[in-house]
C-alpha cells in the first residue's frame, strides 16, 4: 500500500475550500438579490400602504362642533367659530398608548415648522385610556410624559367629550392615534388612523396644500 504524497491530500482539501467558498458566494448572491426584490416590492407598495390609513370616510363633511380646554402647555380655550379661516389638524392621542407616542413628536416638530404660520393650528387633544376622565390625573401623566420625553407641544382635552362625538358622528373615530385634517371652512379634508414612519410627512404635504389654497 502506497503512502499519499502531500499533493494527495492537499488536493481534496482545496477542492472542499473551493466548493465551500463558491456555496458562501451563492448564498451571498442570492440574499443580495432578494434584498433588491424586497426593495421593489416595498417601493411600490409602501405608498399604497400609506394611503389605505388614509380613510375615506367623512372626508368632505363638515365638523359640527369642537370644544376643547387647555390641558399643558399654552394651550388656550378652542372653539369651532374661532378656527374659521384656519387649516387645522386635530390629533387624538394618550400617553398611554405606543403609536401615539411613536407619533407626537414628529407633530411636535411639524407644529415648530409652521409656528410662523398664522393660519394653521395642531391641537393635541389627550385622551384617556378609557370611561370618566379625570382631567388632574389627565394633565399629571399627560405633563409628565412631554417633560420626559422633551416634547414642547400645548396639549388639550375634550372632557365632555363634544369633539370626539363630532368627529366621531361625522368620520368615525374607532382607535389611538387618529388625525383630522380641517380645511378653512371646517370641513373634513382627510382622515388618518395609527401612525406609520413617514406619516406626519404626508400630513404635512396635504396642510401645505390646503395653506396654498
Known sequence: MSTPTPSDTVR???RRAGCFAAMIAALAAALVLLMLLLAVVLYGYLPKIRELREKQGGVG????????????????????AELHGKV??????GTWCPPCRAEIP??????TKLIDRSDFRLLAVSCG?????D????????QAYLEHARIDLPTYADPERTTRGAFDH??????????FLLDREGVIRAVWEGYAPGLVDTMEARVLELLRE
Open 12 to 14: 481534496p482539501a482545496t
Open 135 to 142: 382631567l388632574v390625573e389627565l394633565e399629571a401623566a399627560t
Open 170 to 179: 361625522a368620520a368615525g373615530l374607532n382607535g389611538f392615534p387618529t388625525t
Open 106 to 111: 414628529h407633530l411636535a416638530k411639524l407644529r
Open 88 to 93: 387645522v389638524l386635530v390629533n387624538f392621542w
Open 61 to 80: 363633511k363638515p365638523l359640527s362642533a369642537l370644544q376643547l380646554h387647555p390641558l399643558t402647555g399654552a394651550a388656550e380655550p378652542v372653539t369651532l
Open 129 to 133: 385610556e378609557g370611561g370618566p376622565e
